[in-house]
């Protein structure tokens, strides 16, 4: 799969090699080279953005039942080869063969899921002052979108903008992560696979400071959409020479809060679950907890236990490990970082702190699951976003006082809760300044309910309908009728 993809990028239902210079990808593993992006070059992405402006009007007149059957059919498409499409993923990103082809198959969940929203595109008549007139909304596809991902789910961060974009009518010109960019060139073969007409969606690669830039300043593009760092994502919006729509998701640091009358033991599992999935590369991976003081010993001394059991180990020779590499040096170097600051600063390293130790990880980004007690909110780990294998933990005395210390980031994009009080859950469910809050779970997106972020983290929102209303205009039509000739 790799060799039809190496160098190349989609433009009007072609992959074609790029004519730009190249830049190597690597398999965080191991260091190797596994293949090359070429930059997008300003005539690709002219050809590009025309491709997507002569395939919307088509695209959007075509029936929604049809639309839908494109995205069954790249569903099904995307399936089907969900084994070679999750090694090439576990190839470039690191995470382990298993984790990797789950992520393909909610990317197929997603086409099946926008498929079925696409022909449920309602719209809304109004009443007004008077019986002649009539408001109708109506709702309409936005354009051409501009969707730029980032590397840490290189296929569901794609699928949620092209199947949101696609029901609803709009075409894509999709600019994905430098060091993950054929997982998405994977998903436009199956668009090709899939039948969907030429144009409708295109692959950019290349930095984005120039190929993504490129997109967002581009007249011919009317909305971007964007899932990356909020560095980033504030320069986008600072930097659109045109007024554009905006959806913008962009980092966290999500707090766990976990109550005395929590079940302890789930707590742990969750925690673990999700501070080092994916190495804690994850935009809603659990940042830090506060723990209800008489049960913060024990709660720290078995989430030390469940780190250290974590296996690590390269992802492809063994699918089913629970960590793989770190995708690059860059969130490794943060990581410790944010380590070497905390323990500065007092904080006890009870589990991981360092890289496992064996020659198979010696040329490869690989950390082992760090957990750090006795935070306090003048460490980096507690406020800022780390993305990587490390959690801070804190007591606190008051459910007033865990609140105040869960809000006291700029971030405000998911949050957790362990309790079985009722009353615990509706007193923090209410109180945290997040948009998902997930309560003694670890899940905290669902593909049909709306997922996005507050203040730093964002705003506009993927999955669920609004998912897909986000590439929609509404329209107000308001219509004066006369009685018509002849009524009576
Ligand atoms: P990043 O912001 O560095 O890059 C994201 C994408 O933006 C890449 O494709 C990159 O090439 C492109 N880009 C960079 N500069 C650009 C510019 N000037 N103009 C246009 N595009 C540009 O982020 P990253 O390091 O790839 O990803 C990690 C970040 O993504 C974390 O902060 C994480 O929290 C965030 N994230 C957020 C969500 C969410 O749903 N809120 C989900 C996953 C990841």
Redesign the pocket.
């Known amino acids: 799969m790799l060799n039809e993809l190496n160098g190349k990028v989609l433009i009007d239902g072609a992959l074609v090699k790029g004519k730009g210079p190249q830049s190597p990808v690597e398999n965080p593993a191991n260091g190797a080279q596994i293949g090359a992006i070429a930059t997008a070059q300003p005539a690709e992405i002219e050809a590009a953005v025309s491709a997507a402006r002569a395939a919307f009007g088509p695209w959007a007149a075509l029936p929604a039942v049809t639309r839908a059957k494109h995205l069954h059919a790249l569903g099904d498409a995307i399936a089907q080869d969900a084994d070679p499409m999750a090694r090439l993923m576990t190839l470039e990103q690191g995470k382990p063969v298993n984790e990797a082809r789950g992520e393909i198959m909610k990317l197929a969940e997603t086409c099946h899921f926008y498929a079925e929203e696409a022909t449920r595109i309602h719209g809304e008549t109004i009443p007004n002052d008077t019986t002649d007139m009539e408001s109708t909304v109506l709702r309409e596809p936005i354009g051409v979108v501009g969707a730029?991902?980032?590397?840490?789910?290189p296929a569901e961060?794609v699928g949620w903008k092209l199947c949101g974009a696609l029901a609803a009518g709009c075409t894509i010109i999709i600019?994905?992560?430098?060091i993950t960019p054929f997982t998405a060139l994977a998903i436009g073969q199956k668009c090709i696979d899939a039948g969907i007409p030429r144009g409708v969606v295109n692959v950019l690669t290349g930095?984005?400071?120039v190929v993504?830039?490129a997109?967002?300043e581009h007249p011919g593009v009317d909305k971007i959409a964007?899932?990356?760092?909020?560095?980033?994502?504030l320069?986008?919006q600072k930097?659109a020479t045109t007024v554009k729509r905006m959806a913008l998701?962009?980092?966290?640091n999500c707090p766990l809060v976990v109550t005395q009358t929590a079940d302890l033991d789930a707590a742990v599992k969750g925690a673990a679950r999700r501070s080092f999935r994916n190495c804690g590369q994850?935009?809603?991976a659990i940042n830090r907890i506060y723990v209800a003081r008489p049960v913060y010993d024990a709660f720290i001394t078995k989430l030390a236990e469940a780190a250290d059991a974590l296996t690590i180990d390269d992802g492809l020779s063994n699918p089913g490990a629970d960590m793989g590499p770190m995708a690059s040096a860059e969130p490794l170097a943060k990581t410790k970082e944010h380590l070497a600051d905390a323990v500065a600063k007092g904080a006890r390293v009870l589990a991981g702190g360092a890289a496992p130790v064996g020659d198979e990880y010696e040329n490869g980004h690989f950390f082992r699951p760090t957990v750090v007690a006795d935070c306090t909110h003048d460490m980096q780990i507690m406020t800022e976003?780390t993305?990587g294998p490390i959690v801070g933990v804190a007591p606190f005395d008051t459910l007033s006082e865990a609140v105040t210390l869960a809000n006291d980031t700029p971030y405000g994009?998911a949050s957790y809760v362990y309790a079985k009080s009722a009353d615990e859950i509706r007193y923090l469910g209410q109180r945290l300044d997040y948009g998902n809050v997930a309560v003694n779970n670890v899940d905290a997106g669902i593909i049909n309910a709306p997922?996005g972020?507050r203040k730093q983290?964002?705003v506009g929102y993927?999955h669920g309908r609004e998912g897909m209303l986000e590439y929609m205009n509404f329209k107000h039509l308001r219509v004066r009728y006369d009685l018509p000739e002849g009524a009576g």
């Open positions: 730029i991902t980032p590397w840490n789910y961060l600019k994905p992560a430098e930095p984005g400071s993504g830039q997109l967002v964007f899932t990356g760092s909020s560095k980033v994502g320069h986008i930097s998701e962009l980092g966290g994850i935009c809603i976003e993305f994009l997922y972020g983290s964002g993927e």
